[in-house]
């Protein structure tokens, strides 16, 4: 039997239509039901794995601090080695000052020694060192010079959604690239 208009404009369906109906809504909130479950279960997941992630970084705080103190208690001079980097960091000269030597610290990151300077790249809490940064260094020479074998990198600091980043550039040709 259809479904059928009455002269008063309504609309009437029969007990089969409207068990059929009712039974379609349901499986449809079922469907529903287990695509939330689903969705809960990946953000507990999601959060689980961040709290984790979390413990960690607080637990490679914990030990890095453990070794400032140890430092400091020895009255030796505390510098900041990056756990990533070797005994032997690289004395890179300042690619935007070319005057002092850039060096990692637990606050700033990577920084010159020249305090006129601008360079500053707030690195360290992505694992990258001054290891990093020296063999990219040479990475963009290298590429420079294939294309550019007379052009002079210059380099600079750019600030692009609050991100510091270190960028070269030659104006005797069209390279102007991210180094980090």
């Known amino acids: 039997e259809e479904a059928k208009h009455n002269m008063d404009g309504e609309y009437k369906i029969s007990q089969e239509e409207f068990a059929d109906l009712l039974n379609d809504v349901t499986e449809e909130l079922q469907r529903e039901d287990e695509l939330l479950e689903e969705e809960m279960w990946e953000m507990e997941r999601a959060e689980a794995m961040e709290r984790e992630r979390l413990l960690h970084q607080i637990d490679d705080f914990d030990s890095w601090e453990e070794l400032h103190q140890q430092q400091q208690q020895q009255q030796q001079p505390s510098t900041y080695i990056s756990p990533l980097a070797n ?79 270190l960028m070269a550039k030659s104006d005797a040709c069209s390279f102007d690239v991210v180094v980090l």
């Open 87 to 165: 005994l032997n960091s690289p004395l890179v000269t300042c690619p935007i000052c070319n005057s002092c030597y850039l060096m990692e610290t637990p606050h700033d990151g990577i920084k010159c020694t020249n305090n006129n300077c601008t360079f500053q790249l707030d690195i360290a809490h992505e694992g990258l060192t001054l290891n990093h940064l020296q063999n990219q260094l040479a990475a963009i020479y290298e590429d420079h010079s294939r294309i550019c074998p007379s052009g002079i990198l210059k380099f600079r600091m750019e600030k692009r959604a609050g991100v510091s980043m």
